[in-house]
Each structure stands twice: as C-alpha cells, then as structure tokens.
C-alpha cells in the first residue's frame, strides 16, 4: 500500500503569475507537462508556472519550503523512465508518482510492481507504456527535451532500434545519425536543423544492432565497400513514416543515416509551403504554361525537395502528363511516372531516352553536369522543365547553371522562373518573450541603416523550455523568392551579369528577397534577429 510521507504542513501560498489569484502551492496540483521538472497548477485559471519567467521560478523555489524541494529532487533524480510514460499518458499523477517513488525507496521494489499493488494501475497499462519505450530495461534520465543522455542496460537490439527511432519520432527528428566509433555507438538526432546527442550506445552492443538495422531495412551484410540505400514504411509513436536509411562500412563499423518522412505532413499543397501569395501568383503564371524552364533552388537540407514534390502533384492533379527523374525517389506521386536513376551519371543518359516518352512536364531532381543541364535546357522550348539544383539565391542558380556548361543565350532563352527557398527557425510559442534590440552598429553592419528600418522591427526571442528542447526555437518554416524572367531578367541573362546584378534587375522587375521575407518574419515576432543573421541573408 502506498502511503504519503510527512503530515499536515503550513500552507505555502503564492501568487499565479498568469492570473494574479492567490494560493496554497503545497495543497496545489503539480502539473504533468514535464515529469522530471514539473510545476504547480493554479486552481484559479489551470495554468501551471513552466512558462513563467525565470525569475518566477527562481523566487518560488527559493522560498518554497524543504518538502516540496525534496519532492522537486526525488522526480528529478528518478532514473526510471517507467513513471514519466505513465504521467504523461495520463495513467497517474505526479503526486501517484511522488507516492510510488517513495514506497519503492522503502522496499526495493521495481516501480511498476509499486503501482500494480496499490491498484494504482493495471499490469496492462504498465506493459502498454515499456511497449511504447521498445523495451523492458532501457532507462531515459531526462529525455531529448533536454538534449540529455539515455542509459542503455540489458537491452535487446531491436528494443534499442525501436528506442532510437521511437525518441526521434516523438521529438520531431527529421534524422538520426548512427555511427560506431572506437569507444561506443554514437547516437544524434537533427531536430529543426540543431543536433542533439544521448549516451553513446555501449560497444558490446554494436554487432547485434548492425545485424538488426540490416535486417530491418533489408540491406546486404556481405556488402563490405559500398554505401546502401533502402526505404521501409514503419509506424511509430502512432503516426506512419517512410523510414530512408543509408549505410555506409567504415573503419569502425557500418554507420547509418535514418531519414524521417512523415507521410501525413511531407506532400504540401502549394499554398501550405509558406510562399507568399505575390510570390505563388508568379511562380504559377508560369508553371501554367506548357514550356519553360523553373529552377527550384535552395541550399541543402531547406526544403526544395517537397517543393519540387507539390509542383509535380500540382501538375498531376491539373491534367499533366509528368515524368521525373530521380537518384532516388522520396515520394510516390500518384499519376506521375517517376524513374529512378541509379546513379548520377546516368542522369544524362536516361533523359536521352525518355524524350522520345513525349512527358508535357518533366522534373529531373539533379543537374550534375553540362550534358545533362545543357540538355534539360534544350528541352524547355518545347516542354515545361523543373529542374533541382544548389544554391544561395535566385540569382546564384541561374549563375549556377551557367557554370554547369550552359550557354547564356540558350538559359536566357528557356527561363521562365527560378524559385530560392530558406527554412528558419520559430521561436517558441511557449516561451518566446521580447528581446533587448541589437546595438546600431550590429544592424548597420547587417545593411539596416535609418530609423525608419529601426522603427519596423520588433524583436523576440524564445527563452528555452521543455517545449523547445530548451533551445527556443519549435519549428521551421520556409521563406521563398520568386524570379521570373521578365524581358530585363531574360536580357540580364544573355549578357551574363553577375548574380548581385541580376538580382538588382529581379528587385526592379517585382522580386521580393529571401532577405526582405526573413525580416518581415523579425519584425512580426516568428523569428529572431540571430536568426536572420545565421542564414546571411
């Protein structure tokens, strides 16, 4: 039986400090947001203090007395990962918890036989919520949310995968990196463009984990000097993905990269990708159109692969005969016929063969040389062509395509749009607060200059929660420019001016900047002015 320490106490009472009532924080709910930091719930408006400013916090914790410290310690010291899944799965409370926590400190018991026998729950609850963790034994001090260090004991290997791919789904990982060094496993996660690490998984369990990631993804063990490539669908934390792992042998041992597709979130429609509505009416006009050459262009990792993904189904569901080309494809569109090319230097190659196919919209997900860009240019007289290529700006990826081989008079020719895009970071709508403004000289030295350019930005920034993995930033979401080639653009082209030239010629013909978008998401509150400043806009 479970019994509560300690008995009556004299009230601790302090003030909400979202709706000012007063109350007694001791009598007080904790809350259940983050079980190994939680916080009271204030019985006037049902907000708990997490999102309260740190000097809230500070000034609670140091007049709070001895007990619910000591309470405060013993949820932040427990090392069973068993009681957060039950709290935040509703199962218990956090005071069930505190009670449990201690009733086990007096027997030795294992927590789940703790709260079975108060009937606080079921056994089937109890194995619902290790199910979730993929394993018995495996043990999370903190969690990801403080990009803090899993321990791994006594695990089986495919329980230690499942952890693995489980923590990413849950944290909104759009990767997990796996790479055997000579001291351990080492385990990140990218999460809105950061990484975060755990505990390195113990050496001893790396040969059976390799021989479970291979199995699960279907790859060759005898495979020894080459990279490997496989998709699975899985289901994880109750939401389907497209799991895309790559393996590649190194010295140390096979090293993974597991990409993450949500495949409920990954297919935008246009609308949804974050562009603005000048900019989707541009692009539009000419994606419309049965000829021309769009660029889609982006530095890696900001997005332009779901771009080019809704452009094809935005041409599939208008009636367009589309076929693509792709090193490897992500996404199936229905309608489209998609062909994978198995390496880039068949790229060319392959699209000699699939003229004769007579497509009315081609999309070719890499450009690696002259023959192909030159030839994917020659097309887009007489079929509309998207094609994917790097780079940092609009501007930059015409001049890109230039120095693939292509002749300035066949691009300016064929252009008909190029698209760049950025994916920044949004402060935390739980803990986002206003910022002190930079220095004059910081803005100047970032091109912002009079006060008029002062006056319009406000600025914000996210003081790092549970929330936001204490990093504040949630979320990303991308900003887009539009060149279209207008008679200027097109002529700006054949002359060969530098990409600042020919942007300067895009500003004057309607084009808005990356930059421009970026600020106006400064001034509005979704993002920083650090941020703005990490992208080098």
């Known amino acids: 039986m479970i019994t509560r320490r300690g008995g009556p106490l004299e009230p601790y009472n302090v003030t909400c400090w979202n709706c000012l009532g007063e109350f007694d924080a001791l009598a007080a709910v904790w809350c259940s ?3 190994k930091n939680p916080t009271k719930l204030c019985p006037f408006c049902f907000r708990c203090f997490c999102a309260a400013s740190d000097l809230y916090k500070q000034e609670f914790w140091t007049r709070a007395p001895d007990r619910l410290k000591d309470e405060l310690d013993t949820l932040g010291r427990s090392r069973d990962r068993l ?4 709290v935040r799965t509703k199962k218990i409370t956090i005071s069930q918890l505190l ?6 400190k007096a027997t030795g018991q294992k927590l789940g036989e703790v709260l079975v026998a108060s009937a606080v729950v079921t056994r089937e609850d109890v194995a619902a919520a290790l199910k979730s963790q993929g394993t018995r034994e495996l043990i999370d001090t903190l969690g990801i949310a403080y990009a803090s260090t899993p321990v791994w004991e006594q695990s ?9 791919l489980s923590l990413a789904a849950r944290k909104g990982a759009s990767d997990v990196r796996i790479e055997p060094k000579d001291d351990a496993v080492h385990v990140r996660y990218r999460i809105d463009d950061f990484f975060f690490r755990v505990d390195p998984i113990p050496k001893r369990f790396q040969d059976a984990l390799t021989q479970t990631l291979l199995e699960f993804f279907a790859l060759d063990p005898a495979e020894t000097d080459r990279a490997q490539t496989r998709r699975v669908a899985a289901t994880l934390e109750g939401t ?4 895309i792992a790559q393996a590649i042998p190194t010295a140390q041992g096979v090293s993974a990269t597991i990409k993450l597709v949500n495949r409920a979130t990954f297919l935008k429609e246009l609308p949804s990708l974050g562009m603005e509505l000048e ?3 541009r692009l539009l006009g000419q994606i419309q159109t049965f000829s021309g050459l769009v660029l889609v262009t982006a530095p890696p990792f900001n997005g332009a692969y779901s771009t080019a993904y809704s452009l094809m189904s935005f041409l599939v569901r208008g009636g367009r005969d589309v076929l693509s080309l792709e090193t490897q494809t992500q996404w199936p569109i229905e309608g489209a016929r998609q062909v994978e090319v198995a390496d880039a230097a068949e790229m060319e190659e392959t699209l000699r063969s699939m003229v004769a196919v007579r497509p009315e919209a081609l999309v070719i997900f890499s450009l690696p040389d002259e023959a192909t860009a030159t030839m994917a240019t020659q097309l887009a007289p007489s079929l509309l062509v998207v094609g994917l290529l790097p780079a940092q700006s609009a501007s930059q990826g015409v001049l890109n395509l230039l120095e693939l081989g292509v002749p300035q008079s066949l691009a300016a020719g064929a252009l008909a749009a190029v698209t760049c895009q950025r994916l920044v970071r949004q402060i935390c709508r739980v803990c986002r607060e206003p910022a002190d ?10 091109g912002i200059i009079g006060p008029e350019n002062f006056e319009r930005l406000r600025f914000f920034r996210g003081r790092g929660c549970p929330t936001c993995n204490k990093v504040g930033y949630k979320g990303r979401r991308a900003i887009f420019e539009v060149m279209t080639a207008s008679p200027e653009v097109k002529d700006a082209v054949d002359m060969g001016l530098s990409p600042d030239e020919l942007e300067a010629v895009a500003v004057g013909a309607g084009m808005s900047t990356l930059r421009e978008r970026c600020l106006a998401l400064v001034a509005e509150g979704t993002t920083t002015f650090d941020e703005f400043v990490r992208l080098k806009l």
């Open 99 to 104: 009670d449990a926590l201690e009733e086990q």
């Open 83 to 86: 009681g957060d899944i039950l």
């Open 279 to 281: 900019d989707r009416v």
């Open 33 to 35: 947001d983050d079980p």
């Open 240 to 243: 389907d993905y497209e799991l």
């Open 437 to 446: 403004p930079p220095a004059p000289q910081t803005l100047a030295h970032h």
């Open 156 to 164: 089986e290997p495919e329980a230690i995968l499942h952890y693995v």
